[in-house]
Structures are given as structure tokens and as C-alpha cells.
Nanobody, 128 residues
Framework: QVQLVESGGGLVQPGGSLRLSCTSS????????IGWFRQVPGKEREGVTC?????????????YYIDSVKGRFIISRDNAKNTAYLQMSSLKPEDTAAYYC????????????????WGQGTQVTVSS
């Protein structure tokens, strides 16, 4: 069975850092692009970043970020560990949200509806 398991969320002060992990099982991880989405209660889920599978978008991994996180967030993957990461730094209160990882057996997309599998979500709260 396919599973995506997220970890690393928590409470952090503005300007702080946090690293989220998304460990997968039951799928050929290297064939999937991995996206990170976030959602605030009452608001639409927002695509944050995505890293390509390398065998669809490009031979090497390609990364995409929304403007609000460029220079602060870094997405990465370790195919040997079947894991993707989201390193977040210079965190702001507006980054507060539930963060989800998602996998798609295709190129990256900002549309949550096209992703094949989802993690359970992990809460990130940035507050003084």
C-alpha cells in the first residue's frame, strides 16, 4: 500500500527554521514528482514547491517555488531513502499552515487535484 508519512512540524519563532520530511513506501519513489502544499483553515490549499522526478521533466531534478518562499525554502529529495524534504528558514507568521506532501507520477503541477497520493499533513506554527 502506498503511504506518505510526514514529520517535522512544530512551533517556531519568526525568523526560525524547520525541516519537514516526507517518507514514502509502496511506490517507485524515483518515478514521482513531489510537491508540498499548505492550507490554513477556511482557505484554499496552496501549492508551495515541487521537485520533479527527473525522468519526466528532466534528467536532473528541477525545482519550483512560489514567489513568497523563494530564497527561504528549499525542497530536496533522497531517492535512496524514498524521502523528500522541505527545509524552511526565515520563517514568517504567514507561513503558519498545515503542510502536506503529495506525489504525482508525472511532471510537477501546482494543481492539487492532479496528485496521486498525499501525506497526512503536519502543522507548522510560526509565532512569537
Amino acid at each position: 500500500q502506498v503511504q506518505l508519512v510526514e514529520s517535522g512540524g512544530g512551533l517556531v519563532q519568526p525568523g526560525g527554521s524547520l525541516r519537514l520530511s516526507c517518507t514514502s513506501s509502496g511506490l517507485n519513489f524515483r518515478h514521482y514528482s513531489i510537491g508540498w502544499f499548505r492550507q490554513v483553515p477556511g482557505k484554499e490549499r496552496e501549492g508551495v514547491t515541487c521537485i520533479s522526478n527527473g525522468n519526466r521533466d528532466t534528467y536532473f531534478e528541477t525545482k519550483y517555488y512560489i514567489d513568497s518562499v523563494k530564497g527561504r525554502f528549499i525542497i530536496s529529495r533522497d531517492n535512496a531513502k524514498n524521502t523528500a524534504y522541505l527545509q524552511m528558514s526565515s520563517l514568517k507568521p504567514e507561513d503558519t499552515a498545515a503542510y502536506y506532501c503529495a506525489a504525482i507520477n508525472d511532471h510537477c503541477s501546482a494543481l492539487d487535484s492532479v496528485y496521486d497520493f498525499w501525506g497526512q499533513g503536519t502543522q507548522v506554527t510560526v509565532s512569537s
